[in-house]
């Protein structure tokens, strides 16, 4: 472990430009499949470790997964004393992780969707309660759409994505609620968990064909919960025009990440993973690392919705005004997430 004087130092060296020792500390990190430059989850966890990078003097490294079948090997090509901490990405990672874990007692790891029950003593897993700001989210979108209708999917359906979708129904369900209307969300019911997956985070051309779907059914917005699939949703509401469909991003902001077609992301469901990244190399380097869970929050600033953006001027100032009293209602308890 480094002590807090050495990572000063590290961090006072950077800053100065002077030359690293050729091991300072090193984090690692395996990839789920879509890649490092995903403009989703994994692109999102790795601006962690190059934060930490520029700003403590680390030295990073990465892995990418082509396919479930590479995470055990990636892992395992990490060991050995290189990695001081292991970053894995993804709940798909979770046994892979678990095993590497349990057969090197002295390795860090950290994994990002993914918590053990009880906690495994060298991993810190990195959660989020997406749906507080999923649910900020179906409730603007109730608030936007012209059609009343709203079109969700996912990739796969796995816990983290699911709470995106159970989010967005609920804050659907909240406005109606509200505002005796019957705004209707296709392709995910949170009761019966039944709805729309395309089973995979890497294809855009099932992110287009599944948002065309949703919109030949009336949808004007849609939210895709699929990584970079969901890129190819936006391709599509790039084609039709923003006035005919607008998409709502996951994870990153993705006006800022998919510069391109950034005028048609309403907003974005914003996990701030490399910040709890971030906060993980902190905790190692500083020699207080153990096994539990993080959790990110509207409270701490781990979830969040990101900027309007080309869209500020269009969301009414009243409709502003109740998702900030909704966000304070989620934040003391008094606005429940899971279903009224």
């Known amino acids: 472990m480094i002590s807090d004087y050495r990572r000063a130092a ?3 060296a950077v800053g100065l430009g002077l030359a690293l020792p050729a091991h300072a500390f ?3 990190q395996v990839t789920d499949v879509g890649g490092i430059d995903d403009n989703s989850f994994n692109q999102t966890a790795w601006q962690g470790v190059l934060d930490a990078q520029d700003q403590l003097g680390i030295d990073a490294r990465f892995l990418e997964s082509q396919a479930e079948t590479d995470y055990e090997a990636n892992i395992n090509s990490l060991l050995g004393g290189d990695c001081d901490v292991i970053f894995t990405i993804g709940f798909l990672l979770g046994d892979a992780t678990q095993a590497a874990a349990e057969a090197n007692p002295d390795q860090m790891f950290s994994i990002v969707d993914f918590a053990y029950d009880p906690p495994l003593p060298n991993v810190l897993a990195q959660v989020y309660a997406t749906d507080e700001a999923a649910f900020l989210a179906g409730y603007l979108a109730a608030g936007m759409t012209e059609t009343g209708v709203l079109g969700v999917f996912g990739g796969i359906n796995i816990p983290p994505v699911t709470i995106f979708m159970d989010g967005f129904a609920y804050g659907v369900a909240h406005y109606n609620a509200q505002k005796g209307t019957d705004i209707t ?30 919109y030949d059914e009336g949808a004007d917005i849609v939210l895709p919960v699929a990584g970079p699939v969901g890129l190819g949703s936006a391709a599509l ?13 996951v994870d990153a902001d993705l006006y800022q990440t998919d510069p391109e077609r950034g005028h048609v992301y309403l907003t974005s469901i914003v996990k701030r993973m490399d910040r709890t990244v971030f906060e993980v190399i902190e905790t190692a380097m500083d020699g ?6 993080i959790v990110g929050s509207l409270e701490n600033g781990g979830v969040d919705l990101a900027p ?7 969301v009414p100032q009243e409709l502003q005004d109740e998702l ?11 606005i429940p997430v899971g279903g009224e």
């Open 324 to 334: 900030a009293q909704i966000r304070a209602g989620i934040t003391d308890g008094s």
């Open 288 to 293: 207080a690392f153990e096994g539990g869970v």
């Open 26 to 28: 090193t984090a690692c």
């Open 237 to 249: 509401a790039n084609e039709l025009g923003a006035e005919e469909l607008m998409i709502i991003g």
């Open 308 to 314: 309007f953006h080309d869209f500020a001027g269009a």
């Open 185 to 214: 969300v296709l392709g995910w019911d949170p009761e019966t968990r039944e709805g729309l997956f395309t089973n995979n985070f890497d294809s855009l051309d099932d992110g287009r064909a599944f948002a065309q779907n949703l």
């Open 10 to 12: 590290l961090a006072l």
